[in-house]
């Protein structure tokens, strides 16, 4: 069924539309005046002025490879995050750890790991499958380079902006 | 025919052009940055000191890019068309007096004596360009755009016309300089404060020249394509109306021709009814050239001030529908600008100015 929408009944001072027209111009005068004399402030001046101190806990940015209190890479190269990686930006090439290693029993670990931050969409997948704690969604957002090659991260840039973590099970400790 | 004449015209225009192309560059700057401020925002203020050099680096970019022609336009008229549209808004600033006078030469490049006819008959060649854009880039869009356009102008054209016809009632002299010497010694038309502005009559005729004022205000808004009267470029619903299919420098020429539309449409009400150079207890060039370069700096500053009315009203008010638009200049502005012109007549003939 149609409904007809009611029209509202204008009187005179309202159909010249003057009186609305001088309250629209007062409006925006106003909010010109605020912006002139500074009394706005809406718009954060991006190079000079940064969220960084303000970004919450679980803010997803940059994957990064950490190293525990040992200071050993985390990661075990079991390629999951390579798997669960929806726009396949990981690629994982494993290496085997030596017998004479202080952590032989672990037995593998990432000889490279590189991450397309090209395809990085940060969703987190990845920090989420880890089963070690060794791949987190670090806070740096502003990713550039010259060239494509530039946009990948190695595991040396990917450890340097993991750094360490502290305060996660240590369960490759030799004890136990 | 005398050097000196020939001389100082010459110097005349090339200041005048350079100033006003300028002026045009920054009032396309203004307007972004008032528009920004108006929505809380920032605006461009990266180029050069607060922005600054925002206009230069348009202008390169502008230049720089590729001119690229669409291969089903009608090749002439597509290029004739930017052309069009900017010219004639230039030509207008020639009979408008700027200044008094400069060491003795006066500031008018062309101080004809058919002034507003001639204002009228070359700013609406300007719609040529538009019409001739939207119709021979051969697409709907700017087809429509140029139509919407053309209806418009005529539209406006009409009220504009009559608007102004209460003035030279009163002044009785077409000549632009003239209307400015007599808004110096009889008051600014809408504003009579200086000169005999304890007569009566002279406050009881600003009634109908406010009157005037509004309307011939809002038909300029509505000649420069200004919201809330942009129909024909309406970028939401045409895409960019006549300008659809042009890019670069072709497409600038058509944006600034409408930015000198603006200052030029400035001028004219700054002329008619805002005392031109005269501000009140300033004395015109012929006291010294300190003077006269203040008169300048005056016309300016009103225009400047005009303009900015214009960008404050392109930000508060939304776009009229077609129909809207044609109901308010045939049904109201026609008929209001009539009326006011027997109104005028009827206290010219009772007072007996």
């Not at chain 1, 960084?52 to 050993?72: E, I, Q």
């Not at chain 2, 010694?185 to 406010?210: C, R, Y």
């Not at chain 2, 404050?312 to 044609?326: A, E, I, K, S, Y």
């Amino acid at each position: 069924m149609a409904i007809t929408v009611p029209r509202p009944d204008l009187n005179w001072r309202e159909r010249m539309f003057l009186p609305a027209i001088a309250a629209g111009l007062a409006i925006t005068i106003k909010h010109f005046k605020n912006m002139i004399f500074c009394r706005t402030k809406v718009t954060m001046e991006y190079p000079e002025e940064k969220w960084d101190p303000h970004l919450p806990d679980h803010y997803r940015g940059a994957p990064a490879l950490v190293r525990d209190s040992d200071g050993r890479v985390r990661c075990v190269a079991c390629q999951l995050c390579e798997f669960i990686c929806p726009p396949r930006a990981i690629k994982i090439i494993p290496g085997e750890i030596s017998k004479n290693d202080r952590f032989a029993k672990v037995e593998k670990y990432p000889d490279e790991f590189d991450i397309d931050m090209i395809r990085c969409i940060y969703c987190g997948m990845c920090e989420e499958v880890c089963p070690e704690q060794a791949i987190f969604l670090r806070k740096d957002y502003a990713i550039t380079g010259f060239t494509r090659e530039d946009m990948v991260h190695h595991k040396d840039k990917l450890l340097e902006i993991g750094g360490v973590i502290h305060g996660v099970v240590l369960k490759w400790n030799q004890k136990k | 025919m005398d050097y000196f004449f020939i001389g100082t015209s010459l110097l005349k225009i090339v200041c005048l052009l350079g100033f006003v192309l300028g002026l045009m560059n920054y009032a396309v700057y203004a307007e972004r940055r008032v528009s920004a401020l108006i929505q809380d925002r920032l605006g461009p203020n990266r180029v050069g000191f607060a922005g600054l050099l925002q206009p230069i680096a348009d202008a390169g970019k502008f230049l720089l890019k590729e001119q690229f022609t669409p291969a089903h336009v009608n090749k002439l008229y597509y290029w004739l068309a930017p052309c069009l549209a900017m010219i004639p808004a230039v030509i207008t600033m020639s009979v408008i007096p700027f200044g008094s006078t400069l060491f003795g030469v006066p500031m008018v490049i062309a101080d004809v004596n058919v002034g507003i006819l001639f204002v009228f008959a070359i700013a609406s060649l300007g719609v040529y360009g538009i019409v001739l854009g939207g119709w021979a880039s051969n697409s709907k869009y700017p087809f429509l755009g140029g139509m919407r356009s053309s209806s418009q102008m005529i539209s406006y054209e009409l009220s504009l016309g009559l608007s102004v016809i209460p003035i030279f009632l009163l002044v009785g002299n077409l000549r632009l300089t003239y209307v400015v010497q007599y808004q110096v010694e009889h008051g600014w038309l809408v504003a009579p404060f200086v000169g005999d502005w304890t007569n009566p009559g002279n406050w009881l005729l600003a009634i109908p020249m406010l009157i005037s004022f509004v309307v011939f205000m809002i038909a300029v808004l509505a000649e420069t394509n200004r919201l809330p009267f942009d129909l024909p470029e309406a970028e939401q619903e045409l895409a960019g109306g006549y300008h659809t299919e042009y890019a670069s420098m072709k497409f600038g020429l058509f944006f600034l021709g409408e930015y000198i539309a603006m200052i030029t449409g400035s001028g004219i009400i700054t002329t008619l009814f805002l005392g031109g150079w005269h501000f009140p207890g300033i004395p015109d060039g012929s006291h010294g050239w300190v003077f006269g370069l203040i008169n300048i700096v005056v016309f300016f500053a009103k225009v400047c001030a005009l303009m900015f009315f214009m960008m404050w009203v392109r930000w508060t008010l939304p776009r009229f529908r077609w129909d809207q638009l044609m109901r308010l200049g045939w049904l109201f502005f026609f008929e209001i600008a009539l009326v006011n012109i027997f109104l005028v007549a009827i206290i010219l003939a009772y007072f007996k100015f």
